[in-house]
Each structure stands twice: as C-alpha cells, then as structure tokens.
C-alpha cells in the first residue's frame, strides 16, 4: 500500500514539474538558482591572499595608437586656448577704489568749450596799475623773506625798472581779435641761473586780461636761459605779444597803452 502511494506521489510530482518546465521563467530561476549556488561554494577558496596579490586590474597601460593622415583629417578642429570668462573675485570695501564719475561725450564737450571759454575770454581782474602795485609789493616782501639775510643792495638794484627782463610771447590764431595787456611777472632765480619753483614760484603781478596770454606768458618764461650768477636773485619779467605775424592781415589788433611800472623795493 505504502509503495503504491509512494509511485502515485512520485507520478503527480513528475506531471507538475513537466508542467512548470514548459514556462521560460521557470528556467530563469532555475538558473539563477544554479549560479548563485557555484558562487557560494567557491567563496571559501577565494581569500584575502589571492585578492591582494591579484588586484582587479582597474588601471593599466595602454598601448598608443598612430592615426593615419586619412584619420586625423576626419577629426574635428578644436582651437588651441578655449576662453574662459571667470567671475571677478569679490572685494571688500576697503579694497574698492571711489568710483571716478563718468562723463559722456557730450559733457566732455561742453567742459572743454567752457574751458576755452574762459581762456579766450577778457577778465579785468589784475589788469590795472593799481593791482600790479599791490601784487607786485606782497611778491616783494616775499622775496625779501625768502632771501633772508642775503637781501642787500646789490639784490635792490636786480630789480631796478631797467633791469626788468623782456620776453615775447607766442600769439595764437585763435586769439587774433584779442588786445592782450603785458604780463609782468616776478621770479626768483638761483646762482645756477634756474627758475625757483618750490619756496617761491613764479608769480604774476599783472594780467593780461586773458587766461590763455598767461599761460603763454609763463611757458615763456620756462624757456628762457638766464645767466648763472652764483646766488639767488629776484627779477621782474614782462612779456609781450606780437600779433604781425601770426594772425591775418585786417584781424590784427593794438595793443592798449602799457602803464606798468615796478613796485618801488
């Protein structure tokens, strides 16, 4: 009876694999099964040792390849330096310099024609006799201070009315229709025979009405080479502008009355 019940039970298991075994997954977990089982059991063969002296080879050499001429010309072209725009590198406050306002086109223009403006234009301020007197006295004093104990009589007669020094200035175009005064000016010049620029630099004692012959009057004076006397001395310069050559004829203008005399020392 047992034996009988024993194939019966055999006989049904048999059918219901058969039946299984006609399905794709159950193959696949058959196999799954297999693998998994072949990996556990070679585990305990596979120590620490061989896994040491045995890395995975992860990184190795690799052998250079050559292209051929027909192959690198089917290589993209790449240029040499890519430009990378970084940001810029935040600063503190302290390391910030003061922004500098930045003037258009247009409000640069105008400043310079109000510069110009006020070059070409007449000023009466420093013209009169009266002006050039008290200018020339505090330029005096100055002197005489500046000078100290070397300001004696031979240093008076330096700046006697007929040891005043006459330049000429240039007369630009520009200023054809002006009538310029004479620019007098008082200077002090080393025994070397340069012009003292820091303790007392050149001063005008009288304008010519006009900024831009002053500042002719003064680039003048810079070119001028005096004689090397060995110590310092004061002098009076006067400039004058010629306008014969310069400006067209009809455009030239006169020259106003010259009343200009040295302050006394």
Request: glycine letters at 6%; a negative charge.
């Amino acid at each position: 009876m047992a034996s009988s019940f024993r194939n019966q039970d055999f006989g049904t298991v048999q059918k219901t694999i058969q039946q299984w075994l006609k399905y794709p997954v159950v193959w696949s977990g058959l196999a799954s099964i297999g693998v998994h089982g072949v990996l556990f059991s070679l585990l305990p063969f596979l120590n620490a040792t061989a896994l040491r002296d045995n890395p995975p080879d992860i990184q190795r050499s690799v052998d250079l390849v050559e292209l051929t001429p027909e192959e690198q010309q089917r290589l993209p072209d790449f240029p040499d330096e890519v430009p990378i725009d970084l940001p810029p590198l935040a600063q503190s406050p302290s390391q910030n310099p003061p922004a500098t306002p930045q003037r258009s086109p247009s409000e640069q223009l105008i400043a310079r024609n109000q510069e110009l403006r006020q070059l070409y234009a007449y000023n009466p301020e420093g013209t009169s006799n009266e002006a050039f007197r008290e200018t020339g006295t505090s330029w005096l004093l100055a002197a005489r201070e500046e000078l100290g104990n070397d300001w004696n009589d031979e240093v008076e007669q330096n700046l006697d009315p007929d040891n005043v020094v006459k330049l000429e200035g240039s007369y630009p175009k520009a200023a054809c229709s002006r009538r310029p005064n004479d620019v007098m000016m008082g200077v002090l010049v080393d025994g070397d025979g340069k012009i003292v620029q820091e303790s007392l630099p050149p001063a005008i004692l009288q304008s010519s009405g006009y900024g831009i012959f002053n500042q002719l009057a003064l680039e003048a004076l810079s070119a001028h080479e005096f004689e090397a006397k060995g110590k310092t001395l004061p002098y009076y310069v006067q400039v004058t502008f010629n306008p014969s050559e310069a400006c067209p004829a009809g455009t030239t203008p006169q020259q106003p009355e010259q009343a200009q005399e040295a302050p006394a020392s």
